[in-house]
């Protein structure tokens, strides 16, 4: 049966002079009930950190075992098996690097240290990812040291398995068992015919910390002579032929973009993407978006690493910063590759989720500290873990069960056209077939068409690849329960997202039973199907719910007085869901902007400011302006997450629209003379009611979402 393993963002990496710990950052350090919370998925074994940065970072020979003592105590009464690591793609503490000659004996240090205080541990890969660290740190100059020449690179490289030798002869004085699970990434290389050496070379390079714990850099390599040019000596190499550390299993960590391709065609890539070797200049970019991909899945990658070596394989990382639905069809993908490879007869015993608490800064490369975050398994924006979607796929896998899905009926976007950014590069492949789509055609239904919200829901699901039934009001009246029925009863939505609804705030005040009948018995008649036939149901609120009067933002759970008549709808309508479908997620937002329509209110005032009209805007009127695109994908995140009751996702930022929309003049260089404050809108909205979230604020800052929109929008403002 295959194994599932669990695993944290445990990098401890240095740039320059300052250590970046995601330990720290995702408060995994502080948090031992995370372990109950892995557990409680069905996880027995665990990449367990204990990292040499954290747990002796003064001096090689004074440790700190606090985190070590109280995690492996815990992991152990919970039956979770831990695989120690003590490097993760770091430099060591400030004592030593990897450049350092003492480097491998003080990590050996370390580890015996350890292995005396814990002889029980059985499992370990002591450094994550030599190859790439070296790379990293000694080729591209992003980690501390900061070298880029290939010298370094090698010494680093030599350094990192001296020491994993040195670490798992240690470990083994105290538990003879003890075994070796080496990891690095085996991203495949492609190119052009003319830089076809270049990828030859690389495709070797890549296996090279395998190649030399195995034993296997000899003078028959291909890489030998390379080696003996850039600075490691015949008796370094031969040293590892006579003395190997072979590792019990062979751990791959491998990511969407870790294919790459080569072209010396640098008009075709932007500059940032221009490189070279010394010899030639290139482009080295993401296979995927030119479509190389194709011939190195993650099933032909590890079926390629079982027959170079033959040694037991995991997958020991499998993460995507994506959205939701994408992160569950990449675990999917590779999850179904295991299990179709032990059918081939490959020894492969586990794939590893990675990461359960999501990781920060990798955008960067974790090459800067900007906090940047992408959730995994578990989601921490909200200050404790909340499990998402994933945690649910996890819970079935680790009982043996199959997981299913809708949004697994597509393919990830990595199989779909979009994936291509420059133009594609024909290799002989076959590319037919690439978007999978299953026959099942299980789809959302999406109201309020044509409205903005509904038109806005319906472009990021098509982006994101997930079915969807667009309904307008012409082809249902949703005012009508037995129409509803016999509608729903022929399409058999999974889920239905409500974006439908009277919104004409001013009008409702004098036509209150046309207002209601939008947003109260459309309401009731869907929640009364999606109870019955026990379908998702998400439904969009608003600000309005709410008396204006206080002078703190609206949180979930703060009291509801709506001073209008849509208020009140909107008030009602969740009531009603309240009672009878507590399952639904409601999504209450504010005053929406957006590339994709001209009517709302910045749009409509940049238009008017660049034909040189002058323009007066609500001064007096405090909202949380929302980007709509973002609000979608956090919405439908939620969604898919199976979150209910009341969520406000809305820019935490408490303005009037006049300073906001002097904002997008700033941004747009506008001449600020051309827009005047004045008094808010017509009828009884409130006067003030931004919006914040006490269960979490998953919605970036406004700064951001202006510059978002800045870049889609589709009409040029600038004069």
Sequence with gaps: MLELWGGVECTINRVDNEYLNQLRKS????????????SELGLRTLRFPIIWEQHAPDSPEEFDWTFADERLSLARSLGIRPIVGFVHHGSGPLYTDLLDEG?????????????????????????????????????????????????????????????????????????????????????????????AYQAEFENHRRWLSFDLLAGRVDSDHALYAFCLKNGLTADELSDFVHSPCVPDMIGINHYVTSNRFLDERLERYPKHVHGGNGRHYYADIEAVRVGAEIVSSPKELLREAWERYRIPLAVTEVHLGCTREEQLRWLKEVWDAALALQ????????????????????????????????????????????????????????????????????GGWWQRPERLLYPSVNLGVDTCGELKVSAKKRVVLITGAPGKLAMALSYVCERRAIPFRLLTRRELDLRHPQKVRSFLGELHPWAII????????????????????????????????????????????????????????YVESSEKNPQNVYGTSQHEAEKILQNILPSALTVRTSTLFGPWDEDNILTSVLRCVTQGEMTVVPSDF??????????????????????????????????????????????????????????????????????????????????????????????????
């Design 27 to 38: 408060g995994h350090d502080e948090r031992s009930e995370d372990l109950k919370l892995f």
């Design 498 to 553: 409500h974006a439908a609804g009277y919104s004409d705030v001013e009008r409702a005040q004098t036509e209150r039973e046309e207002c209601f009948g939008d947003n109260v018995l459309s309401t009731l008649h869907l929640a009364e199907y999606c109870a019955e036939h026990h379908v998702k149901f998400l439904n969009f609120s608003s600000e309005h719910v709410f008396d204006g009067l206080s002078r703190d933002a």
């Design 103 to 195: 480097f491998p004996q003080k990590l050996e240090l370390f580890a015996r240290a350890f292995a005396e205080r814990y002889p029980w541990v059985d499992a370990y890969t002591p450094i994550n990812e030599p190859l790439t660290t070296a790379r990293f740190s000694g080729l591209y100059g992003c980690w501390y040291p900061h070298r880029r020449d290939n010298t370094s690179f090698l010494r680093m490289l030599l350094h990192e398995c001296l020491a994993t030798r040195a670490v798992m002869n240690a470990v083994r004085v105290f538990n003879p068992s003890a075994e070796f699970i080496q990891t690095d990434d085996l991203g495949k290389i492609f190119s052009t015919r003319f830089l």
């Design 622 to 719: 405090i909202v949380s302006p929302t980007y709509i695109p973002e609000l979608c994908d956090v919405a439908l995140d939620l969604f898919l997450d199976d979150e209910k009751g009341v969520w406000h996702l809305a820019h935490d930022t408490a303005i009037d629209w006049a300073s906001f929309v002097r904002l997008a003049f700033t941004r747009y260089g506008l001449d600020h003379g051309l827009l005047r404050g004045g008094q808010r809108l017509a009828g009884q909205r409130p006067a003030y009611a931004p919006l914040r979230s006490e269960r979490a604020q998953l919605m970036q800052p406004l700064e951001s979402a202006m510059e978002n929109f800045y870049r889609d929008c589709r009409i040029n403002f600038q004069k």
């Design 343 to 410: 059918t081939e007869g490959v020894d492969i015993r586990a794939v590893t989720a990675w990461s359960l608490l999501g990781a920060y800064d990798w955008n960067s490369l974790v090459t800067r500290n900007d906090g940047v975050y992408e959730s995994g398994v578990f989601d921490l924006r909200g200050g404790k873990p909340r499990p998402t979607q994933l945690a649910h796929m996890l819970t079935a896998l680790s009982k043996g069960e199959d997981y299913d899905h809708p949004v697994l009926d597509c």
